[in-house]
């Protein structure tokens, strides 16, 4: 049981490339959000999602898309990367409140 | 935004002392939980708490939901190096917008 896997780790963008972040989780949760985290901001919502084909965003959406195709897959689109958004990524999925989040291990994003 | 607000931020204490984060809330809370970051790791969920004046244990940690629901408390007893990290507490129950806040940063000097 693998839980939240999020691929790549590490990533180094330059100021208007695009790429995508990979999130998959095999525990069947229906609820899947995005978080970044910056020094002394704690965990900001990105988007999130209750199911499959149902998305929504959080407070911090501007520049980040997301879809959800599958149960398991919730990739997270930076359009066109700028420095602003070096941080570190985490994807969390549960199921839908009853227990807790389970995190990813992350991703740590720099935008040159 | 953020429905429950967590005090102190920081907080530094020597190997062996006690500590103490609260969240507090001017809504009754449905539920809250508790989480976990190691310095470059990730958050881990710790527990949930869901009933008035809850309270349950976890070895040295002592988890408490007030009676009104309002607010919250993690209590560590002899604290280790091991303890470092950010805690976090969190209520979305079914509104999923709702958001972590920035924690307290536990720092143990051995």
């Known amino acids: 049981n693998a839980g939240v896997t999020q691929t790549p780790k590490f990533q180094v963008l330059k100021t208007g490339q695009s790429m995508t972040l990979q999130c998959a989780q095999d525990?069947?949760?229906?609820?899947m959000s995005w978080y970044r985290q910056d020094p002394g901001m704690g965990l900001r919502l990105i988007h999130y999602?209750?199911?499959?084909?149902?998305?929504d965003q959080g407070e911090v959406p501007n520049g980040y898309n997301v879809s959800r195709s599958t149960t398991e897959d919730f990739p997270l689109r930076l359009l066109s990367a700028a420095p602003s958004q070096t941080s570190v990524y985490f994807c969390?999925?549960?199921?839908?409140?009853?227990?807790?989040?389970?995190f990813g291990s992350g991703t740590r994003l720099t935008v040159v | 935004g953020q429905q429950v607000m967590q005090i102190p931020q920081y907080q530094h204490v020597q190997e062996g002392e006690d500590f103490t984060t609260y969240c507090n809330s001017s809504?009754?809370?449905?539920?809250i939980q508790w989480y976990k970051q190691r310095p470059g790791g990730h958050p881990v969920f710790l527990i949930q708490?869901?009933?008035?004046?809850e309270v349950k244990k976890q070895k040295r940690l002592t988890f408490q939901f007030g009676e009104a629901k309002k607010n919250s408390s993690l209590h560590i007893t002899a604290t280790q190096t091991t303890d470092v990290g950010t805690y976090f507490c969190?209520?979305?129950?079914?509104?999923?917008?709702?958001?972590f806040g920035k924690g307290t940063l536990l720092t143990v000097n051995p």
């Open positions: 969390a999925s549960s199921d839908r409140g009853v227990s807790g989040y389970t």
């Open positions: 999602s209750v199911g499959a084909g149902i998305t």
């Open positions: 525990m069947n949760h229906e609820y």
């Open positions: 708490l869901v009933k008035s004046g």
């Open positions: 809504t009754t809370l449905s539920n």
């Open positions: 969190y209520s979305g129950g079914s509104n999923y917008k709702l958001t």
